[in-house]
């Protein structure tokens, strides 16, 4: 039994939630997100509250309960209030740079990085060496933020290379000088 599909989602006032031919769409003060839901899953939109029911008890039917009740309540958190992902990067002469609609990271290499970024996303450098990412799209969000990060993980001798703020680095303590 999915505990967390048979979850009862409350919908804050000043967003709707609908439902057509299974496409949810949720509208709210920072935009509108819509998630196709498969043809095993009911979603019930009542007054306030959202459920999601199973019609079959197949596994994959099992598996898509729970996920697409937290991708229901993430659309719903994201047009209310967004998401935001603070990336930050350490090593010398390593820098990110926002022009425009792309992301310049220098990050040691003997050229720039640029990445695009992409549309629903904002991009504020707060300074050389953070940026911070937002959305509505908690999944875009985190996969941008993710690929800005696989630029240059960090390494586990110096720390150097670009990590999510307040992330910790298991550090290794390096070779030893012999007898």
């Known amino acids: 039994m999915s505990r967390i599909g048979n979850r009862i989602i409350n919908v804050p006032t000043g967003i709707t939630v609908e439902n057509n031919n299974n496409i949810v769409t949720v509208k709210g003060p920072k935009g509108e997100l819509s998630y196709e839901v498969i043809k095993d899953l009911k979603v019930n939109i009542s007054e306030g509250t959202v459920t999601v029911e199973r019609l079959k008890d197949d596994k994959h039917t099992k598996a898509m309960h729970g996920t697409t009740n937290a991708i229901i309540t993430n659309m719903i958190e994201g047009v209310n209030s967004g998401f935001a992902k603070e990336l930050e990067i350490i090593g010398v002469g390593y820098r990110f740079n926002v022009k425009g609609n792309t992301l310049v990271v220098n990050a040691g290499y003997s ?12 991009v504020e450098q707060a300074s050389n060496t953070e940026i911070t990412i937002k959305g ?19 390494e586990p001798y110096k720390g150097k290379g670009i990590r999510y703020k307040g992330e910790h680095i298991r550090r290794k303590e390096g070779k030893k000088a012999s007898k």
Request: positive net charge; hydrophobic residues 45%; charged residues 30%.
């Open 136 to 154: 509505i799209d908690k999944e875009l969000v985190g996969e941008f933020a993710a690929n800005v990060r696989k630029v240059r993980k960090p």
């Open 111 to 122: 050229h720039p990085v640029e990445l695009l970024i992409p549309n629903g996303l904002v």
